[in-house]
């Protein structure tokens, strides 16, 4: 069983914003840290931006100041609002929950960004 599902993916204009989410289940989420990937065609998945349980952020340098990652550990729930979308952000994002010696991904959503 998957316990991450990605949503909010989807087609936007450059310069445009979206929100993508990440619901978690069967785990204590609070616990783990919580991340976002992306993966172009013909590219490795690179880390765009991850929180801790307690927090503490950090994001590639391309996406800083364009995107936010956030969580509610209430309803075991990632975002990552992204603003000031490029062409070069397209690609299928993952997110990604680890915490010991434990790693689940969900399944991905895809973000394309048209100029």
């Known amino acids: 069983q998957v316990p991450l599902v990605a949503s909010g993916g989807g087609l936007v204009q450059a310069g445009g914003p979206l929100r993508l989410s990440c619901a978690a289940s069967?785990?204590?989420?609070?616990?783990?840290?919580m991340a976002w990937y992306r993966q172009s065609s013909g590219k490795q998945r690179d880390l765009v931006a991850q929180?801790?349980?307690?927090?503490?952020?950090n994001y590639a340098d391309s996406v800083k100041g364009r995107f936010t990652v956030s969580r509610d550990n209430a309803e075991n729930t990632v975002y990552l609002e992204m603003i000031s979308l490029k062409p070069e952000d397209t690609a299928l994002y993952y997110c990604?929950?680890?915490?010991?010696?434990?790693?689940?991904w969900g399944q991905g959503t895809q973000v394309t960004v048209s100029s």
């Open positions: 069967g785990i204590i989420f609070s616990r783990y840290t």
């Open positions: 990604r929950a680890t915490w010991a010696a434990r790693n689940y």
């Open positions: 929180i801790t349980g307690g927090g503490s952020t």
